[in-house]
């Protein structure tokens, strides 16, 4: 079996993340399209990449990212790093010939992105941006259901992810409130993701109107390292300005004609990470909520009128990805194989020589989304979505 090389760079939450994928997605998915090997791991500075190391399993380690890069042995670029790296890594990653997963968002703005994507293009590697809700089972089988054509032509999608981690306001500035880091506030770090599933789920954007919110204007000032995500708070020490959006609405028009609406926000008391969305169609509707991620609930205009209403269809053995996953239904999907499917669909691309999506030219159209919908927020007007070519 073949055995690919990876380096990761970043070693936070997303570091966790993407080695218990590396380390877990051959005992899922046997026989594994090919084996990762978890070969070098780069973080802020050598002591805490050696410790990063230790940690996530991997058999180097480094304070600078451009060894991962310029190294002959690695196959494979991870970048786990927080947005404002994505593109400077991506491009040299491209450059030096590596397959590449980078998180979302795919970059701070639009232009940023485009780079990346041209950088691929010439490159002629496997590229994925790291959109992972698509690969919850309920998700695929969500897609499932509209590819079958089982609502019929989709008039409506309705999304939200809402979090409440940053609602504290002595929750600290950590790299997330900054914009010359961050590119956006919730709209990029987690509106993109309905963005993704808008797009995945029913199609193009064609066009947003949108408003921003920035609640908490300054945050107790964090000295450097990995986001807290509201674990910690700040004391009665300097606090900086928060220069990113809070919470983001916008509605939607679609190419094919459905409208829709997206709202995010990190400042939703009670709610930890509710994406939710519901899909109307012209014969049906599909509703998904991630806190209850083993169920989709669906309603067929065809059942008779004394049993139409919503069913619960739980994900398992039958469903999509349910072949690697666990043998009976409801036994539990979480974060983790959420991207243990990710790196699986990852490593079947390079294995195959095929691609994947979401990829770079997916990450791509997100920005563009996200840069119409904070063109929209500042002007207040109807803001069309340029689409990327080829
Ligand atoms: P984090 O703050 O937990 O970790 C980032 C790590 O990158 C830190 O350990 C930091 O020391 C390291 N780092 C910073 N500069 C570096 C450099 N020059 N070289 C090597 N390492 C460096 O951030 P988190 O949550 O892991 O986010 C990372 C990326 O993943 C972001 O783009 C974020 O938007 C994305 N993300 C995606 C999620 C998803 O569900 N797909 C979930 C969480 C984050
Ligand atoms: C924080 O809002 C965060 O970690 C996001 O950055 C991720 O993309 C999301 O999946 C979980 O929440």
Redesign the pocket.
């Known amino acids: 079996m073949r055995t690919l090389n990876v380096g990761l760079i970043g070693g936070g939450?997303m570091g966790k993340a993407h080695s218990l994928a590396y380390a877990a997605m051959p005992m899922f998915f046997w026989p594994a399209p090919a084996l990762p090997v978890r070969s070098v791991i780069a973080e802020s500075n050598e002591e805490l990449a050696a410790e990063a190391a230790r940690r996530f399993g991997f058999e180097r380690s480094t304070g600078d990212w451009r060894q991962v890069v310029e190294d002959p042995d690695v196959d494979v670029v991870d970048i786990a790093t927080p947005n404002h790296l994505h593109a400077e890594i991506a491009v040299a990653a491209a450059r030096a010939g590596k397959h590449i997963i980078c998180e979302?968002p795919l970059a701070r703005t639009a232009p940023e992105a485009a780079q990346m994507w041209n950088a691929v293009k010439d490159a002629g590697t496997v590229h994925m941006v790291a959109f992972n809700?698509r690969r919850t089972p309920a998700v695929a089988l969500a897609k499932k259901y509209l590819e079958e054509g089982a609502i019929g032509r989709v008039l409506n999608f309705r999304g939200t992810y809402l979090?409440d981690?940053s609602a504290d306001p002595d929750s600290p500035l950590s790299w997330?409130f900054q914009k010359d880091i961050a590119g956006s506030g919730a709209l990029g770090?987690?509106g993109s993701?309905v963005v993704d599933l808008a797009r995945y789920l029913v199609g193009e954007i064609a066009s947003v109107n949108a408003m921003t919110s920035t609640f908490i204007p300054t945050r107790p000032l964090q000295s450097g390292g990995a986001d807290s995500?509201g674990t910690t708070r700040g004391g009665d020490g300097p606090r900086g300005d928060v220069d990113v959006d809070d919470e983001v609405m916008t509605m939607l028009r679609f190419a094919d004609g459905a409208v829709g609406s997206i709202e995010a926000t990190?400042n939703a008391w009670g709610r930890n990470?509710h994406i939710t969305f519901e899909i109307h169609g012209t014969e049906g509707s599909i509703v998904f909520n991630y806190e209850r991620r083993d169920e989709l609930q669906v309603c067929f205009a065809s059942d008779g009128g004394d049993r139409r209403g919503f069913r619960t269809v739980y994900t398992g053995p039958n469903t999509p990805y349910g072949h690697g996953l666990w043998p009976i239904p409801a036994l539990g999907i979480g974060y983790g194989e959420t991207k243990i499917i990710e790196a699986y669909d990852f490593f079947s691309a390079i294995a195959t020589g095929g691609s994947v999506s979401p990829n770079f030219k997916d990450g791509y159209q997100a920005t563009l989304v996200d840069d119409a919908v904070l063109a929209s927020a500042a002007t207040g007007a109807w803001t069309d979505v340029p689409q990327v070519d080829g």
Do not use: A, V
Request: charged share 35%; aromatic share 24%; no cysteine.
């Open positions: 939450f979302k809700y979090q981690w997330r770090d987690i993701h995500l990190r990470n």
